[in-house]
């Protein structure tokens, strides 16, 4: 019953049908996560918390997928206050007998990308990931990362995958998306990455709908203005630091 009242953004029958399972003895967790979805969507953080000490107060263990909704929650969050809490539910998880996991991860850096906290999160849990599965040649693929997540991940890929590379092709690729039913959550990943790319000072072309192309010219003047060391660097014959 609270599932279908989230998706009928109907937030006091939520809230009503979740008094009902605590009042008749069936508070369950699954009961309690379309409502910490709810607030996640809304941008209500401090009301995710408030649900999470709800449950421990009804003696209901919040599963690992409700601590990962209102550690996202909190990345709707503007102020540090809200980053703060979300690292102390990550930090809270082994506490209460969870292992964080990639999804742990990507909702952590909604709130802490950018910070030696979130880059060492990035390192530990997504990055194996990502060197197994979301790096096809010399191109990145963001689809599986949250935002914050894929900020993490461009700049790491800009700064220390690609230098490693004995060469560069003509063009590397950030794959934003897959379309279809996923429009608007590539079109929101394609508008993060532009955002970083811009930040980095790299110029981009958007060769199709979801993938932003990079050339290797720019990549390498990139490089020489940050004189970061790198390998060949492309079909060239350049040397490092050259």
């Not at 008749?24 to 979805?37: D, F, I, S």
């Not at 998880?93 to 996991?101: E, S």
């Not at 955002?195 to 990079?214: C, F, M, T």
Request: charged share 20%.
């Amino acid at each position: 019953v609270a599932t279908a009242c989230v998706a009928a953004d109907l937030r006091g029958e939520a809230l009503g049908a979740l008094w009902q399972a605590e009042q008749t003895g069936q508070a369950h967790p699954r009961v309690y996560l379309p409502v910490l979805r709810m607030f996640r969507a809304t941008g209500q953080w401090r009301e995710a918390i408030s649900t999470l000490d709800r449950m421990n107060r009804q003696g209901v263990t919040p599963s690992l997928q409700c601590y990962n909704t209102c550690i996202w929650a909190c990345g709707g969050g503007s102020d540090s206050e809200a980053a703060r809490e979300a690292q102390r539910l990550f930090d809270e998880l082994p506490l209460k007998g969870y292992t964080p996991d990639a999804i742990s991860a990507n909702c952590l850096l909604d709130s802490v990308h950018g910070t030696p906290v979130g880059r060492q999160v990035f390192l530990d849990l997504l990055v194996p990931d990502l060197l197994a599965h979301a790096l096809t040649g010399m191109h990145l693929d963001l689809h599986s990362l949250s935002h914050g997540a894929a900020r993490e991940a461009i700049a790491w890929w800009v700064h220390e995958v690609l230098p490693q590379r004995e060469s560069l092709p003509a063009t590397m690729e950030v794959v934003c998306g897959v379309g279809g039913a996923a429009g608007k959550q590539q079109y929101a990943m394609v508008a993060v990455a532009v955002d970083v790319l811009s930040q980095l000072g790299l110029r981009w072309s958007q060769p199709r709908p979801g993938a932003l192309s990079l050339s290797a010219r720019d990549v390498r003047q990139y490089w020489r203005g940050q004189h970061l060391p790198w390998r060949r660097c492309g079909g060239g014959g350049e040397a490092a630091g050259v």
